[in-house]
C-alpha cells in the first residue's frame, strides 16, 4: 500500500482517478480549497494552494510516497510545491497539457508537408523560448510550459508531467461542453464553424487519462509522457462520427484567417505521438472505439437538459 496526495481531483477525471487508487487498497488524501468533499474512505486535507503558509500548516508533518497534482497553472503554484514538497514526497507526477506544445516553440514543418505527430522531446520547457500572445488560451498554456519548467530545473523530487489530450467523455461530468458543441449543433442543423484545412488533433477518454495518472503514479520513469488515444481525427472526422449517432448530416462553415471556429477545428499541427507512454507499458485505447460511446453520452445529456 502506497500513500498518495490528489491536489484537486474532485471533478471530473480526478474524481475516477482518486477513487481507482482507493480501490486500489492505497491510502489516498486529497487537498484541495474545500471545493468538494472525496469519497468516502478517502482523507481530506484543506488549503489554498497558493498560500505556501497554510499549505504547510495544512500537511503537518505528513509525507506521501507520490504527489498527483491535477491543478498546477502557473509557475507560482509550482515553485510553491517544489518547496513544499522537497523531502516530503518519493515522486510528483503533475498533470499538464498537450497546450504546451505552442506552435511558436516548435520547428516550422517542411514545406509542403503535413507535420507529424509531436514527441516529448518536440519541447523542452527549460529551453523554450518566451511565447508572445494573450488571451485565456495562451495563458493557460504558457503557464502549464513554465510550470514544467519550474519542477525540472534542478529536481527535488523524481518528477513527471503527463502531457493530456483533448479529454472526452462522460456526459454531464464533462464540464468543458465542447462534445456537446457538436451534438446539440448537428442535432439542430446549426452550422459547425471549421478552417478551410484543419489539422488533426488527439484525444482522450476521461477514464483513460484517469489510468494513466494512476499507473504513472507507479513506475519509476521521469520526464514527460503524452497521453492520448490511438488514432488522431480532424474536426471533420469529429463532427461526421457525431453525425452518425445523431442521424443527421452535419453542415460546415468555413471561416476565414484568424477567425474564431469551433472547438477541436485547428489551422496549425495538433496531434502528440503516445509512443513513449506505450513503449514504457500502457495499453491505450482507440479513438475510433469508445468516441460513439461518449457521443451517445453527450446527446444523452442534452436530451436531459431538453426535457427539463
Known amino acids: 500500500m502506497n500513500t498518495i496526495l490528489v491536489i484537486g481531483g474532485s471533478r471530473y477525471f480526478g474524481k475516477s482517478l482518486v477513487t481507482k487508487a482507493r480501490d486500489a487498497g492505497h491510502e489516498v488524501t486529497l487537498l484541495n480549497r474545500g471545493s468538494g468533499a472525496p469519497p468516502s474512505g478517502v482523507g481530506h486535507l484543506v488549503a489554498d494552494r497558493d498560500d505556501e503558509e497554510a499549505l504547510r500548516a495544512a500537511l503537518g508533518a505528513r509525507t506521501f510516497d507520490t504527489v498527483i497534482d491535477q491543478v498546477c497553472y502557473t509557475p507560482r503554484q509550482a515553485a510553491i510545491a517544489r518547496r513544499v514538497f522537497a523531502g516530503r514526497t518519493g515522486r510528483y507526477v503533475m498533470t499538464s497539457t498537450m497546450e504546451v506544445y505552442d506552435p511558436a516553440t516548435l520547428p516550422a514543418p517542411t514545406a509542403g508537408r503535413r507535420p507529424v505527430p509531436v514527441t516529448e522531446d518536440s519541447l523542452d520547457p527549460l529551453r523554450a523560448q518566451a511565447a508572445r500572445g494573450s488571451g485565456p488560451a495562451f495563458e493557460y498554456a ?167
Open 142 to 308: 504558457d503557464g502549464k510550459r513554465r510550470a514544467e519548467a519550474v519542477f525540472l530545473r534542478d529536481p527535488v523530487f523524481p518528477y513527471v508531467s503527463v502531457r493530456a489530450a483533448h479529454v472526452l467523455g462522460g456526459g454531464r461530468a464533462d464540464f468543458t461542453g465542447r462534445l456537446a458543441h457538436y451534438v446539440e449543433r448537428i442535432a439542430a442543423g446549426a452550422p459547425i464553424d471549421v478552417h478551410e484545412a484543419p489539422y488533426e488533433t488527439s484525444f482522450i477518454h476521461h477514464t483513460e487519462i484517469a489510468e494513466l495518472l494512476y499507473w504513472a503514479a507507479g513506475q519509476s520513469f521521469t520526464g514527460p509522457v503524452n497521453a492520448a488515444s490511438h488514432g488522431s481525427l480532424d474536426v471533420m472526422g469529429l463532427s461526421g462520427l457525431v453525425a452518425e449517432r445523431v442521424g443527421r448530416r452535419p453542415r460546415h462553415r468555413v471561416v476565414g484567417d484568424g477567425a474564431e471556429a469551433s472547438p477541436f477545428s485547428f489551422d496549425r499541427a495538433y496531434a502528440m505521438d503516445n509512443g513513449r507512454a506505450s513503449a514504457l507499458g500502457f495499453d491505450f485505447g482507440r479513438v475510433t472505439d469508445w468516441l460513439p460511446e461518449a457521443i451517445t453520452e453527450a446527446m444523452a445529456e442534452a436530451a436531459a437538459v431538453r426535457t427539463a
